[in-house]
């Protein structure tokens, strides 16, 4: 039998006790945290715009909270060229649940033809700002 990552089991049974089946993998799976909270990161051309969307998001009780970045330098592939700029980079605490809204306002609020958008799932915190965070954002 194999482990999830590839290793032969061997000793691996001996330190876990058990085979690595699916139940098993299963069981520690169950056993990680997670939460519905979502990190999503974002880049503006100016400092006015990351303001704009920020205070937007916040308000509108997308996001509980968006830091600014300033001074962010990007090298990114547009266009079939590399090209290079000072961003300002936005760092929104929302929910899973949230998401699919703030991700839509953000599109329609960016001055960017395809602008950045990624959720990253955030797997633990401090429980008194996670449940912060889901009090301050509805959707």
Not at 41 to 66: N, Y
Not at 85 to 114: D, G
Request: overall charge negative.
């Amino acid at each position: 039998m194999v482990s999830p990552s590839g290793l032969a089991l061997g000793n691996w049974e001996s330190i876990f006790g058990r085979p690595w089946d699916k139940e098993t993998v299963r069981s520690f799976a169950a056993d990680t945290t997670m939460t519905n909270k979502r990190v999503v990161l974002s880049t503006t051309g100016s400092h006015e715009e990351a303001r704009k969307i920020a205070q937007t998001l916040v308000d509108k009780q997308l996001a509980a909270c968006v830091n600014i970045v300033p001074g962010v330098e990007s090298v990114y592939r547009w266009q079939g060229k590399t090209s290079s700029a000072t961003e300002w980079l936005l760092v929104m605490k929302t929910t899973e649940s949230a998401f699919p809204a703030l991700r839509e306002a953000l599109k329609s609020l960016h001055s960017y033809q395809v602008p950045e958008c990624l959720a990253v799932a955030v797997d633990d915190g401090y429980a008194a700002y996670l449940d912060w965070m889901g009090e301050a954002v509805k959707a």
